[in-house]
């Protein structure tokens, strides 16, 4: 059987992050076809259009595992009702030099979690127009704007059961969209 090979960028480098910590309980979800790896940001240097001849390694494998990958998670936290820094900056890494796009043709999937009533739904809407430029598919339904609550997840990491048939879903539209969008072979 192929498998899917899934980037999963994470958008929060905080040990903590709850958006980790979903991304992994996702992933528990996914059908047996599909491997996630994380994308590492936090050690990326600030993108300067200057470094583009010469990228250090940390880009030059950030680059590499974009090119590798049949689809994308993004989980975004909102950080002042956008993007994190480090999240936009792993994206302009990977979308540099001009001309070499790592990001094009990636069917992409945003999720995002956040303690906020609202989720993480400005930061998506912001992550949906860069995606856009960047000629990624992105999977409009369902959005998936995480609230968290005590018992999103279990104590083995995994969703609890009143977000499971939501989650689940979610990663059932994510799964087949990578299907129908991906050039995998």
């Known amino acids: 059987m ?8 994470v958008g929060s480098i905080r040990r903590e992050s709850l958006n980790r910590k979903l991304a992994d309980a996702l992933a528990k979800l996914a059908p047996a076809d599909f491997s996630f790896y994380d994308l590492r940001i936090d050690d990326l240097p600030l993108y300067n259009q200057d470094d583009e001849e010469h990228p250090v390694e940390a880009v030059q494998r950030l680059r590499r595992e974009i090119a ?26 990977g979308s540099r030099p001009y001309g070499k796009n790592r990001w094009a043709g990636k069917p992409a999937g945003i999720i ?9 739904a400005l930061a998506q809407q912001h992550l949906r127009n860069i995606l856009a430029v ?9 959005e998936g704007f995480i609230s968290y609550y005590e ?20 990663m059932n539209r994510f799964s087949a969209w990578v299907r129908l969008h991906g050039d995998h072979e």
């Open 151 to 170: 018992g999103l997840f279990d104590e083995d990491g995994n969703i609890g059961p009143n977000s499971r048939d939501f989650l689940q879903g979610w």
């Open 112 to 120: 995002g979690l956040s303690p906020s009533p609202c989720g993480t």
């Open 2 to 9: 192929n498998t899917y090979r899934i980037a999963v960028l």
């Open 68 to 93: 590798e990958a049949d689809g994308v998670l993004m989980l975004a936290p909102e950080y002042n009702r956008s993007i994190s820094g480090a999240h936009k900056n792993a994206i302009d890494h």
């Open 134 to 142: 960047l000629d990624m598919p992105t999977m409009a339904q369902p």
